[in-house]
């Protein structure tokens, strides 16, 4: 018995007893869970000339929106910021291994980064959470929905490229107390965003620009980091949906010169084709930004196809307006025509009249000479102005044949001529369009 228990007491001395550790020793260790914790809410230098040097690395995951006609770029990034703290370091060793501590952000001081394009706080709540490693080293993750300003180009829409900034730096802090550095390049930010990039929206990343400066404040030297946004819009809904509408369009009025001069048939026609693009143009003033200094293209491809069929028309009404004065001509024809046959009518109804009197009276025209003569020298007057009368009528036939149809002849003409130059001018602009749309984006 006394051999037994001899045996347990050095058994149990030969086999160490395993310490077990808490994430509340650590933070004993650091004073953070006494009333004194105020102290780490400063900046957490043991030096104030020492610069606190602050590590900032953002990835673009998502791109939700890029509004032209207020100017705002809406993208949803990933900021990780890090920074050395002096006052808090640990031997993992004397703690169980334990390298890294997680804490409220409240508990330690915070650097003060904003972003100068930034309009509207992100309505997301910040991360929770910090996490402190045992040499002291500070890490801070975010995922922020940004509302932020962008200045739009859009000369070359909808085959535009833009490029939005996110800058970065300290409200209050010049660049002697905070210096901000990247440690990912240009190419390593665009690499990673791309990996894990799942929203574009209408836009396609195309790449992202690191790039350290020093800007003044109001006599303040000041540390920023900007990183810049490079996207190009994808363009096809707006080919299917504005672009090809409007050259259908145009293609319509090019056809209406199939349809007859003679009826409004063709007139109403243009205008309600005319009008259609007019719509268009309203719609594309919704989508395009008021404060843009240059006449964006599409503008000008709107305005010129309208300006083009503005000419149609014109052209239309003068011809309908020429045709007009033809058949004015032949009206007056008819009306002279007519009195003509008239005046003819009366006159033979007069000389058989005449006739008929002198056949009915044979004895008076026997019983003296000089009623005889009279008789026919007012016969002969009266045949006189008969052939006078269908001599002018034969003359204002051949008159009128030559002059009836004239302007209907010139009206050809203005057609043919005007259709040839119609395929010419828009045939013109489309290519010297085409041409400065292609040229901008090779730039």
């Known amino acids: 018995m006394l051999f037994g228990f001899f ?4 058994f149990n001395g030969s086999v160490p007893t395993e310490r077990v550790c808490g994430y509340t020793e650590v933070l004993d260790h650091l004073n953070l869970t006494a009333d004194n914790s ?42 990780f910021t890090s920074w050395q703290n002096d006052h808090i370091s640990w031997h993992p060793e004397d703690f169980c291994g334990i390298k890294s501590v997680h804490l409220p952000t409240e508990v330690l001081w915070k650097p003060d980064l904003t972003i100068e ?11 929770p959470h910090l996490t402190i490693s045992s040499s002291g080293r500070v890490q801070v993750q975010n995922d922020q929905v940004l509302l932020s300003t962008c200045t739009m180009h859009i000369y070359q829409f909808p085959f535009d490229h833009q490029s939005c900034n996110l800058s970065f730096k300290s409200v209050v802090h010049p660049a002697k107390e905070i ?9 390593e930010a665009t690499r990673w965003s791309r990996e894990v990039m799942h929203t574009q929206y209408e836009w396609l990343f195309m790449d992202m620009t690191v790039a350290n400066k020093t800007v003044s404040v109001f006599g303040i030297e000041q540390d920023m980091i900007v990183y810049t946004i ?5 363009p096809v809904l707006y080919i299917i949906n504005f672009l090809l509408p409007v050259l259908f369009f145009l293609g319509l009025d090019m056809a209406s ?39 964006p293209l599409i503008a000008i491809y709107c305005i010129g196809i309208f300006a083009l069929m503005l000419l149609s028309l014109l ?10 004065k033809d058949r004015d001509c032949e009206d007056k024809k008819a009306g002279r025509h007519q009195s003509l046959q008239d005046n003819k009518k009366r006159t033979h109804c007069a000389c058989i009249s005449n006739t008929g009197a002198d056949e009915n009276q044979p004895e008076l025209m026997k019983g003296g000479r000089q009623t005889g003569s009279r008789a026919a020298e007012k016969l002969s007057e009266e045949t006189r102005e008969v ?34 130059f119609y395929i010419m001018a828009v045939s013109l602009f489309l290519g010297i369009l085409c041409f400065l749309w292609k040229s901008i984006q090779a730039e």
């Open 257 to 295: 010169f199939l349809i007859s001069d003679t009826g409004g048939e063709k007139l109403s026609f243009k205008i309600t084709v005319l009008l259609a693009v007019t719509v268009m143009q309203l719609i594309l003033n919704e989508i395009l930004p008021c404060s843009s200094n240059n006449i």
């Open 315 to 324: 052209e239309t009404i003068l011809v309908m307006h020429l045709m007009e």
């Open 38 to 79: 105020l102290y780490y809410m400063t900046r957490p230098v043991k030096d104030y000339r020492k610069t606190t040097v602050v590590s900032l690395e953002v990835i673009l995951y998502a791109i939700l929106d890029v509004r032209e006609i207020d100017q705002t770029f809406i993208p949803y990034v990933w900021i």
């Open 387 to 420: 052939i006078k009368a269908l001599t002018l009528l034969l003359r204002n036939r051949k008159e009128e044949g030559k002059k009836s149809g004239y302007w209907t002849r010139v009206t050809v003409k203005i057609n043919r001529i005007f259709f040839i």
């Open 117 to 127: 394009e930034m309009i509207e706080k992100d309505k997301a709540p910040p991360s």
């Open 7 to 10: 045996f347990m007491l050095l």
């Open 179 to 187: 210096q901000l550095l990247h440690s990912l390049s240009s190419a």
């Open 230 to 234: 490079t996207m190009k819009r994808r």
